[in-house]
């Protein structure tokens, strides 16, 4: 039985959080670690600190998935005695390799904005922000009718031919193809100066436009042609907005509440912290129409508003902003811990690996900073 390896784990996250999403200032994949590496267990968590770096060596992890990248911001060491270095000892001592999945897991469907949704009780309709993958490109490939079906297995397993629910799609046609190698080209038929013709198979498919430089890389490789011909035309993504990729979800509670309420109902539903979750707006106004973003989503209190939810959840909200969107005719905002708006995705994530031949532990320390929360005693 083929043994599943660090490079494999990567496979099946990148397939479902592709990196093409993640934010231009982001730094997503793998931190350290060898692709090589055989890989018997995989362990999650939302943040690597040092605790949780610890825990995954002890639990007799070779790889730990993250969603926030260690090295989000540069480091000029990795010294041991850095906080940063001595994670990053930790684990390559421990044999245990980092792989972090942010904004573009943000961004995926489903991504950890789906599992946010869900849990505060809408259906994870449209992004707040949508994000396109950079569309669809439509292939035809001119082969040689004897090499058709060993080109076309080449690229449906470089990616090519998915739509939908369905794989290997592809259309062929039967021709006639002519040349006349000129010297210096070394033919797989025909001979140097002798026009030569014959039956060919052209194969057009569809595929991800993000594709396109593996996709020719292996079309090159497969195909018997020294120069094989093919031709691509770029298609808009016309995915629809309530299906698209993107930062935020919106969604409609099965029931209208009050803010009172609904802000209750996220309370139940995220993981408890001393942070608590918090409110802004009046408490018995109605809400029926929600907008969430996982994490710091302040930045997009203005796309709610313009949006007309009721009611924007996210985290990290600060004062000034949060006045002056309320004072600006804004929806209601519910402030919940960055960490529980996002750790739930590690079950998420979890899910997508242990379609694989691993062991898969979730490490549930909670890495909130917060730690102490009080009101007035009297």
Known sequence: MPVTTVADVIAAL?????????????????TCGDPAAPVRKVAFALDCTHAVAQRAVEVGAQMLVVHHPLLLRGVSSVAANTPKGKVIHTLIV????????????????????DVLAELVGI???RPIKPKRLGGIDKWGVNVPEHAADAVAEALFAAGAGRIGDYERCSFRIEGTGEFTPLPGADPAE???GAHHSGPE????FVAPSRLRRSLIDALRSAHPFEEPAFDIVALEDDTPLERACGLGRIGELPEPMTLREFTQQVADALPATAWGVRAAGDPDQIVRTVAVSSGSGDGFLADAAALGVD???????????VDEHLRAGGPAVIDTAHW??????????EGI????????????????PWTVSAHPAN
Do not use: M
């Open 201 to 204: 198979v052209r194969v057009e």
């Open 14 to 30: 990148d397939a479902a959080y592709p990196p093409a999403l993640a934010e231009d200032w982001d730094r997503v994949g793998l």
């Open 190 to 192: 025909g001979s140097v």
């Open 353 to 368: 690996v242990k379609a694989l031949d691993v062991e898969t532990e979730i490490i549930d320390i909670r890495t909130d």
């Open 340 to 349: 529980a708006s996002e750790f739930p995705w590690t079950r998420q994530a």
């Open 94 to 113: 421990g044999g245990c390799a980092l792989f972090a999945a942010h904004t573009n897991a943000d961004s995926a469907r489903p991504g950890v904005s």
């Open 123 to 125: 259906p994870p309709g």
């Open 311 to 321: 009611c924007y959840v996210t985290s990290d909200l600060r004062h000034h902003p």
